[in-house]
């Protein structure tokens, strides 16, 4: 990788930044909500494709997020959210990206252990795919769960608006499961900014009224479920006596607080990965940050309609909810209550407690400390990683087969800092400073609250240079980047300066 080459590019968008329609036809003359006319066509509703081999296209349309606000919108293959691909555990899987966008564009597999010149970040692991052309992704699904796909190309505009879908790992041994839905929820500007500054969009401008103090996200003021808010929220079927399966994933910027009402479920899997004997609870909110999934299962055993709803205070609450409808019996005996105050349900002692691959006290063959700010640079807020800014920050330095662990501290006043870490799963060892006591947490995405301190523990078993950053996309475009590098890789790839990589 050429290092140098990638900071110029980030360096330059941080100066700037530091700021289910089921109707297919085409919409040739259609205003949008900031008063533009749209030459695009309306988005599709979103389509669940299976095999091995697909084809995503990456292209512009007109999206209606509820029944007073229509956008301008990026897709992958016409629809927001994009096309849900589900493959098989051990399966070979190519998938061929086409961009039809006037600017460039990737794919990256958030949470997916792919090889490194698949991961799909401008000037990291490869060149930004330009319009017009087509660049194959292949990689092998070995570990099954529920993850997704989104643009890594100036993702803190591009994942806004709209790019992204979910990427679904079927076990080999099927699930017993009657019904399997998946729920991409997400965050909208009603009245985005048409204005431009050094070349990017109105989102990076909103953001640079900044302050150290922590950033104002009131701009997202609709709330989405699967692309759609309040009453356009496809309803979920059941039927008495299934067995339903939720897929959460969070696409947007912000936490969310979701309740299921009426049942008692099970937290199945976080980030992908199992949960052993997960104890039933009801009425616990579902915390989901920005990155994460949580897998839920229940039973469907209380006839009527019910809400999955999101809690809160902020506008656009009231749109993040979606009816369950029991097929032949959907009388409306639920009403929400999104300012209910609930417990939130606490992963750190949830499932079987048993001894997971690492432990606190084990020997590591690299420690390392992350502390986790907010500063001031000029009249911009940025985002720090031990006091410095991508691509100041200093890579954790790795050889393949090292044991890691880190320890990341929000020093933050006011703000989440949900850090991702590519090509890797991580083990959560303990929370502010308490050993978890259920069962072992494997995750890719951590949410550290402000003053909170978490200790996690990774292998270095996938060779590559890797961003580790916060997916608040906001703070990673203003500085929360770091990478882990692995001493003596030596990577094919050869950043083309034409190319206009930003890798955030």
Known sequence: MNKKTVATALFIFLLASCSHNENSHSNHNMTTNNGQHSQHNETKTTARQTGNEFTIVAKEATHQLNRNVTLPVYTYNGSVP??????????????????????????????????????????????????????????????????????????????????????????????????????????????????????????????????????????????????????????????????????????????????????????????????????????????????????????????????????????????MKVRIEYEGKATQNDHPNSDKPLPIFDVTAYGKHETGPFTLKQHYDLEYTMKLGTATAGNNTVFTINGKTFPNTEPIQVKKGDLVKVKLINTSKTDDHPMHLHGHFFQVLSKNGTPLTGYPVIKDTLNIKPGEEYVVAFQADNPGNWMFHCHDLHHAASGMVTEVHYQGYRSSFQPDPSAGNVPE
């Open 82 to 319: 994009g096309t849900e691909i589900r493959v098989k555990q051990g399966e070979h899987v190519k998938i061929h990206l086409k961009n039809e966008l006037k600017e460039p564009v990737t794919i990256h597999w958030h949470g997916y252990p792919v090889p490194n010149n698949m991961d799909g970040i401008p000037g990291v692991t490869m060149n930004a795919v330009q319009p017009g052309k087509t660049f194959t992704y292949e990689f092998d699904a070995t570990v099954p769960g529920t993850y997704w796909y989104h643009s890594h190309q100036n993702s803190v505009n591009q994942v806004d608006k709209g790019l992204y879908g979910a990427l679904i790992v079927e076990p080999k041994e099927k699930e017993d499961i009657d019904r399997d839905y998946t729920l991409i929820i997400d965050e909208w500007m009603s009245h985005p900014m048409t204005e431009t500054t050094g070349g990017h969009s109105g989102h990076e401008m909103a953001y640079s009224t900044s302050n150290m103090n922590g950033h104002d996200m009131s701009m997202y003021d609709i709330f989405t479920i699967n692309g759609k808010s309040g009453d356009l929220v496809e309803p979920l079927k059941v039927k008495q006596g299934e067995r339903v399966k939720l897929r959460l994933i969070n696409a947007g910027y912000m936490t969310h607080k979701l309740h299921l009402h009426g049942h008692q479920f099970q937290v199945t899997a976080i980030d992908g990965q199992p949960i052993k004997d997960p104890k039933l609870i009801k009425d616990e909110l579902l915390a989901i940050a920005p990155g994460e999934r949580y897998d839920i299962e229940f039973t469907a055993n209380h006839p009527g309609t019910w809400y999955l709803e999101c809690h809160g205070t902020t506008a656009g609450t009231d749109g």
